[in-house]
């Protein structure tokens, strides 16, 4: 999983990492940058240097993902701008290379309100690409094809995401919860990610039976798939 910020796992794809988690998988955040600039404004307002807002943000990130069973790595690349290089995305072959993941989740290509979000998605994309080249000089054996899936954004009409996939995340969501809890840096964000989740659920029910107006707590999280399912079942 590869996040920009600090905290853009938790929010869009927390439900997803302790879905896996729970079923025994190992799930990996890259985060590639603490979201120190952008993101953080309390902590600006309260007088926080940059190298104390760093530790904060590590900190919290850390554990937001213990409470989704998460392995974590923060490559300190720098936020507003997150400039794109060969370098990161080599580091990001590199723990394909390692990893060999089955999905890879990021943020969708286009966001109009935070260019760190589509660079980080090019460079996970770029990166996936260059880890199947035989040729390509890192360890590893050459990826297979993982598929791509963008979670959802925050603005999402704003950003050309149209979900195609709906993942229940009823038996998980206080866990996720719990993880946006770990974020008091945007508290902001915390009802308002249960609030999405809960729309998100209306639309799984409505989309996996008949509407029949009966009351349910189901939660959700859409993603966008990028590249074919690849199946002999139509289902």
């Not at 853009?8 to 079923?23: C, E, K, P, Y």
């Not at 025994?24 to 600006?44: D, H, I, N, Q």
Request: proline share 7%; with cysteine; charged share 25%.
């Amino acid at each position: 999983m590869i996040s920009a910020h600090a905290g853009d796992f938790v929010w869009r794809a927390g439900g997803a990492i302790a879905l896996a988690t729970s079923r025994g998988e190992r799930a990996k955040v890259v985060c590639l940058s603490f979201g120190e600039r952008g993101e953080s404004a309390k902590a600006w307002r309260a007088g926080r240097t940059l190298d104390e807002i760093k530790a904060i943000r590590r900190e919290e990130a850390q554990n937001a993902a213990a409470a989704l069973g998460a392995e974590i790595e923060f490559f300190d690349a720098g936020d507003y701008p997150l400039i794109e290089s060969t370098e990161l995305v080599d580091r990001l072959v590199r723990v394909y290379r390692e990893l060999e993941p089955d999905v890879v989740l990021t943020h969708p290509l286009a966001d109009p309100y935070n260019g760190d979000h589509p660079a980080a998605a090019r460079m996970a994309l770029q990166a996936r690409v260059l880890a199947q080249a035989a040729g390509y000089d890192a360890p590893g054996a050459p990826l297979g094809a993982p598929p791509v899936f963008f979670f959802e954004p925050h603005q999402p009409e704003q950003c050309d995401f149209k979900p195609d996939l709906l993942l229940d995340i009823t038996p998980v969501f206080d866990r996720k919860r719990k993880a946006m809890e770990c974020l008091p840096a945007q508290q902001h964000m915390w009802d308002y990610y249960t609030d999405l989740a809960k729309r998100r659920g209306v639309q799984l029910k409505r989309n996996a039976g008949p509407n029949l107006g009966l009351a349910h707590d189901t939660m959700g999280e859409a993603y966008m798939r990028l590249y074919p399912q690849v199946t002999d079942v139509l289902a």
